[in-house]
């Protein structure tokens, strides 16, 4: 086994520890055997630098961005239902381009799924090498590259580069 597989094994089971609370010896038998399946078929792809994960900062900064994604959840869910409920309230969907400068995997899927479940805008496409992620608006505030990374992407992306750069 690499040694991504096993750090993701045990962070895998840990988490599948805390799920299942209170700890009995079935679901920690089937805990090992979920664990040890989905690492050794997905350890390879988990990441190219494990020795990042011991640098305890980091986890910290992800316990500090989770709170600042509900928040960020609870505001867009707001605005769509608003929308949903005042249907004269014009809408202006649309796909526009914003700049991110992340460039590992795991930043960059991070980033883009966290578009993607805020309600409102869902990631389309993310060019890697130039940077840019394609986001898909209900309501375009504005076109230009800088304003919509700053409305879109920079309350995730300052966070998740102390977290996965």
Request: glycine share 4%; proline share 5%.
């Amino acid at each position: 086994m690499k040694k991504s597989q096993i750090i993701l094994f045990v962070l895998a089971f840990l988490i599948w520890s805390f799920l299942s609370w209170p700890p009995d010896y079935q679901h920690l038998i089937v805990g090992i055997f979920v664990c040890g399946f989905v690492s050794f078929m997905t350890g390879d792809m988990f990441t190219k630098r494990p020795y990042r994960l011991k640098q305890p900062g980091r986890y910290l900064w992800f316990f500090y961005y989770v709170p600042v994604f509900i928040w960020e959840c609870i505001k867009a869910n707001i605005d769509v239902a608003y929308r949903v409920l005042h249907p004269d309230l014009p809408i202006n969907p649309g796909i526009v381009k914003v700049k991110t400068t992340l460039k590992s995997e795991s930043a960059l899927t991070f980033l883009a799924n966290s578009i993607t479940l805020t309600p409102g805008t869902m990631s389309v496409d993310i060019d890697e090498e130039n940077g840019f992620l394609y986001v898909h608006w209900i309501d375009v505030k504005s076109k230009d590259i800088q304003r919509a990374t700053e409305i879109i992407v920079k309350n995730f992306e300052d966070i998740l580069r102390r977290i996965f750069e």
